[in-house]
């Protein structure tokens, strides 16, 4: 799948306009603050229908306006090309001929004309991998960051994971609001559905897991070359032998054991939501005494596997059902990188003719000019421009 062209109206500190990409990969260079980031967030927003730094619509509109239109247009491999539209309180007609609508505080997202209401769809059609910063967190930071990580995985790789998903968190909330409310009648019957929807997820999981665990060392040692392996573990809040008992009745059994504990504190202190995923060394937790350069890289790692454990879904479908690699968005990965291990993070990403659109972001001051290939299209971007860098 590669986006052929983006058009952005009134979207953060963008100039509205419509920008070529029909390239599979695409280098914006420029100074901080002048917009590349927010292309990225952009075309990220045509993916999932939302951005990728958190719940912050109300701030993406330009200074002065009511909301924000993107819409592209890109091909899907074997598939006719299709058109996106995102619009938030405004409305885009021709782009020649902008026409500004108030809505209230309504978005609208469709496809091919079509407005979609659950972005689930969206990420059956056009789906994006994005490496930014604020990975740093997916190995540094607490569980819940490294579980949103996953589940992100899992779901780009099954839609029937989000729909399970959803339903534990809706067990979950049911659940914890019987603690606190000392409904504990209720809780019998809330604790069958908390376990069926629970132990799809910790079985979705553990699957997701024998995928990442040895590609995820073997791509870690081919750049970061510690000479010792890093590993990945997972480790389920529920014992493994009662999330494998067919009969359920174990689980549940375990859960009244637990619920004492439960009443006092009010919430629900296992499920899949206190499930850990934790880097190791030498037996002990990576993440307690890494460096930061190490820690970002664990951050990469993931992402590249995330991309590739999509694309392999794809080419071994037995039906051809939409993109075989998602867009990669890359924000300054490369910056805090050494030569060496830049070339061979480089290694690992899919390469040109294989069919993944590579979106890069480059300071003016990196070698980016030694990254550039036949097919690259280059913008330099200042004050929410982009000018051809052939045009320099």
């Not at 659940?175 to 908390?194: P, V």
């Not at 493994?240 to 067919?246: A, G, K, V, W, Y």
């Not at 060394?281 to 999509?310: D, H, P």
């Not at 805090?336 to 972001?361: H, I, K, N, S």
Request: glycine fraction near 6%; proline fraction near 5%; charged fraction near 30%.
């Amino acid at each position: 799948m590669s986006f052929r062209k983006v058009r952005v109206a009134s979207f953060r500190n963008l100039a509205d306009a419509e920008i070529p990409t029909d390239s599979e990969q695409i280098f914006l260079v420029g100074e901080n603050g002048q917009g590349k980031t927010n292309f990225l967030e952009a075309l990220y927003y045509l993916c999932y229908g939302s951005s990728f730094r958190g719940q912050v619509d109300p701030l993406i509109p330009a200074k002065g306006a009511d909301g924000f239109a993107l819409h592209a247009l890109w091909s899907n491999g074997e598939q006719e090309s299709n058109e996106a539209q995102v619009a938030d309180e405004v409305q885009a007609q021709p782009y020649d001929e902008l026409a500004v609508v108030m809505s209230g505080h309504s978005k609208e997202i469709s496809l091919n004309g079509k407005t979609l209401r659950d972005r689930k769809e969206l990420v059956a059609h056009n789906p994006a991998v994005i490496f930014c910063h604020e990975d740093f967190s997916f190995a540094a930071g607490d569980p819940e960051r490294r579980r949103f990580f996953f589940d992100q995985c899992a779901g780009m790789l099954s839609l029937g994971y989000i729909d399970t998903l959803r339903s534990y968190k809706r067990a979950l909330k049911q659940r914890n609001a019987a603690l606190k409310e000392s409904a504990y009648e209720m809780l019998d019957a809330l604790d069958l559905q908390y376990v069926r929807h629970g132990r799809e997820l910790m079985e979705e999981r553990r699957r997701l897991f024998e995928s990442f665990k040895d590609p995820f060392s073997e791509a870690y040692e081919h750049v970061a070359m510690l000479g010792e392996p890093v590993t990945l573990d997972y480790m389920p809040s529920w014992p493994q032998d009662l999330i494998e008992d067919p009969s359920e009745e174990g689980l549940l059994a375990y859960l009244r054991r637990r619920r004492p504990e439960e009443v006092i504190l009010g919430t629900s202190r296992t499920g899949p939501h206190r499930d850990k995923w934790i880097f190791r060394s030498k037996g002990e937790n990576f993440a307690e005494k890494a460096s930061t350069g190490q820690l970002r890289l664990i951050s990469l790692v993931l992402r590249i596997l995330q991309a590739r454990l999509y694309g392999q879904k794809q080419r071994t479908a037995s039906v051809w059902a939409g993109p075989r690699w998602p867009v990669l968005l890359l924000d300054d990965v490369l910056l805090e990188l050494d030569v060496g291990r830049r070339r061979r993070l480089l290694e690992l990403l899919p390469a040109t003719g294989e069919g993944a659109q590579r979106f890069f972001t480059f300071l003016p001051e990196e070698p980016w000019q030694d990254y550039v290939d036949r097919s690259t299209l280059v913008y330099r971007v200042r004050d929410g421009r982009f000018e051809s860098q052939k045009s320099l």
